[in-house]
């Protein structure tokens, strides 16, 4: 093919015009350009982490902060999880059976550290266990950055607020805030939806059975299960207990009457043991609850400081108030 009107230039003459398209060298103490949004300093439980870019490998210990990063559409930046309490999320099944599993429950420090992270988020206080060798201080001297739900900083009461800082909070650290500001305005329309349904309906009292047999291990007032049963229209009778989860006497339930028993599921004791346990037992009789079989049951991967707890809402307002379901 012949090129019309082309003109043949001397070699000499493209030496200037090639060196003016190359371009300018850096200066060998010029900083790299930062990622949009970086640097990045964030408090957390009162650990201060600046980051300069996104972490490229992170490890999530437990359930719920799994599935805040596996919400924001962050599984490439994982190279390790652990610790489930119940199947994750339909929507998240496949993104996260691309990441390796570490472990069934924690993993030792030596199997974190051969995962070599630069980045570990936790679920529960246990997650960051000093006496196992991951205490947050100890993985800051290996090199890894680290977050804990907020539901375990020691502060006050947590509620839905919490829930929104923690997902910006994760969304600016991955450099992805606009997935993280998407999810939220979803979340808030499904809060505000639910109490829309709910508006004039009276609360009823709540008793949260979570597990136990000589005491009643159940949700304090700290916790995000405190909130999610006061917006599904409940009371938590155990609200004056100052912790996300804690101990109570049978007497004490006797005491206060709950009129509903919301179960949480997990673990190797099914639901129906649980209700037979509080069934069985002659003390507890006389709890309106019990006597009317009145129970509601919530996966404990629901109550907890995660993504799932706008849908929770609406599923524990169907069953404490039946006639508001959609």
């Known amino acids: 093919m012949s090129w019309p009107h082309r003109v043949l230039l001397p070699a000499a003459a493209l030496v200037p015009l090639l060196a003016g398209c190359s371009p300018a060298p850096r200066a060998a103490d010029e900083p790299a350009k930062a990622a949009p949004g970086f640097p990045y300093t964030v408090t957390n439980c009162?650990?201060?982490n600046t980051f300069q870019a996104p972490p490229k490998r992170a490890v999530?210990?437990?359930?719920?902060?799994?599935?805040?990063?596996?919400a924001l559409g962050?599984?490439?930046?994982?190279?390790?999880?652990?610790?489930?309490?119940?199947?994750?999320?339909?929507a998240y099944e496949k993104a996260y059976d691309s990441v390796?599993?570490?472990?069934?429950e924690y993993p030792s420090k030596e199997a974190l550290l051969a995962a070599n992270p630069d980045f570990v988020y936790?679920?529960?206080s246990s997650a960051f266990d000093a006496k196992d060798g991951r205490g947050r201080d100890d993985l800051k001297d290996a090199g890894m950055a680290t977050r804990l739900n907020t539901e375990y900083c020691p502060s006050g009461r947590t509620s839905v607020d919490d829930l929104y800082r923690e997902v910006t909070e994760v969304g600016r650290t991955f450099g992805v805030p606009g997935r993280a500001e998407k999810w939220i305005a979803g979340a808030r329309a499904t809060v505000a939806a639910n109490e829309k349904r709910l508006k004039g309906v009276a609360p009823v009292s709540v008793f949260v059975y979570d597990s136990g047999d000589k005491t009643a291990f159940t949700a304090g007032g700290k916790g995000i299960g405190?909130?999610?049963?006061?917006?599904?229209g409940g009371r938590n009778v155990f609200a004056d207990l100052d912790k996300a989860f804690g101990d109570?006497?049978?007497?004490?339930?006797?005491?206060r009457r709950p009129e509903v028993v919301v179960i949480y599921?997990?673990?190797?004791?099914?639901?129906?043991?649980?209700k037979k346990r509080l069934l069985d037992d002659p003390a507890l009789r006389d709890v309106p609850a019990i006597k009317n079989r009145r129970f509601a049951v919530l996966p404990l991967s629901d109550t907890v400081l995660g993504v799932r707890v706008p849908d929770a809402v609406e599923k524990l307002a169907a069953q404490l108030h039946p006639a508001t379901a959609r």
């Open 226 to 232: 405190n909130e999610l049963i006061t917006r599904a």
């Open 46 to 48: 009162g650990v201060q």
């Open 100 to 104: 390796p599993v570490l472990a069934k």
């Open 248 to 255: 109570a006497t049978w007497e004490q339930v006797v005491a």
């Open 122 to 124: 936790g679920g529960y």
């Open 265 to 274: 599921d997990y673990g190797s004791t099914t639901v129906e043991q649980k």
């Open 60 to 70: 999530t210990m437990n359930q719920h902060v799994t599935e805040i990063m596996l």
């Open 74 to 90: 962050l599984e490439k930046s994982l190279v390790g999880t652990a610790y489930l309490d119940d199947a994750v999320l339909p």
